[in-house]
Nanobody
Framework: EVQLVESGGGLAQSGGSLRLSCATS????????ITWFRQVPGKEREGVSC????????YYADSVKGRFTISSDSARKTVSLQMNNLKPGDTALYYC?????????????????WGQGTQVTVSA
């Protein structure tokens, strides 16, 4: 059974930091692109950052470039998202998702597996 389980969300002040983790199981981790998405009510789910577990290639949305860092641990089959200098606009439900192969495009329709999400709230 494929599982993606997010953790690490919570409340932070503007300028603060949070670290999200996505624990995966049930598929060959190194064959997949793992991506963090986020969504606020009434808006489209948007890609934040993605990583290739096999070769470490990464990509970031412009809105988070320079503030967020994605990393992966193949031994633990886990992907983390370090979020620094948080802004109120980062408030959202954050999901991790997996798709086979490597691609920097973060189109939610391409993804095979999804977690349940973890809430991030940033106060001004």
């Amino acid at each position: 059974e494929v599982q993606l389980v997010e953790s690490g969300g919570g409340l932070a002040q503007s300028g603060g930091s949070l670290r999200l983790s996505c624990a995966t199981s049930g598929f060959t981790f190194d064959d997949y692109t793992i991506t963090w998405f986020r969504q606020v009510p009434g808006k489209e789910r948007e890609g934040v950052s993605c990583i290739s577990a096999s070769h470490g290639g990464t990509y970031y949305a412009d809105s988070v470039k320079g503030r967020f860092t994605i990393s992966s641990d193949s031994a633990r089959k886990t992907v983390s998202l370090q979020m620094n200098n948080l802004k109120p606009g980062d408030t959202a439900l954050y999901y991790c998702a997996a798709k086979w192969g490597w691609s920097r495009t973060m189109d939610r329709y391409d993804y095979d597996y999804w977690g349940q999400g973890t809430q991030v709230t940033v106060s001004a």
